[in-house]
Nanobody, 118 residues
Framework: VQLQACGGGLVQPGGSLRLSCAASGAIFDINVMGWYRQAPGKQRELVAVLTRGGDTNYADSVKGRFTISRDNTKNTVYLQMNSLKPEDTADYYC?????????????WGKGTEVTVSS
């Protein structure tokens, strides 16, 4: 599974960005797609996930501001980020998870940098 993320950049507080993650390879049995982020000096944290069945889960800090969605025809997952705050500044990573009987397998894309600053 290969994940190609893009869409990061510099934005002012209150602005918006949309991240995209194109998946390729053996994706037929991927159960969950999502976005994580890692700010300097901090651990990587979950931002939003979307299951194959359409269920979503968001970090409390982004609820009501970020929306995860997908386009199955393009094998692409999106993260629409609105009302961005300086604390949203981080490297954002696309994640794909295959849930197995005994363990989960995670695939990661390269990070895309988001900087929220005036």
């Amino acid at each position: 599974v290969q994940l190609q993320a893009c869409g990061g950049g510099l934005v002012q507080p209150g602005g918006s960005l949309r991240l995209s993650c194109a998946a390729s390879g053996a994706i037929f049995d991927i159960n969950v797609m999502g976005w994580y982020r890692q700010a300097p000096g901090k651990q990587r944290e979950l931002v939003a996930v979307l299951t194959r069945g359409g269920d979503t889960n968001y970090a409390d800090s982004v609820k009501g501001r970020f929306t995860i969605s997908r386009d199955n025809t393009k094998n692409t997952v999106y993260l629409q980020m609105n009302s961005l705050k300086p604390e949203d500044t981080a490297d954002y990573y696309c994640n794909a998870r295959r849930i197995g009987a005994y363990n989960n397998i995670h695939y990661w894309g390269k990070g895309t940098e988001v900087t929220v600053s005036s």
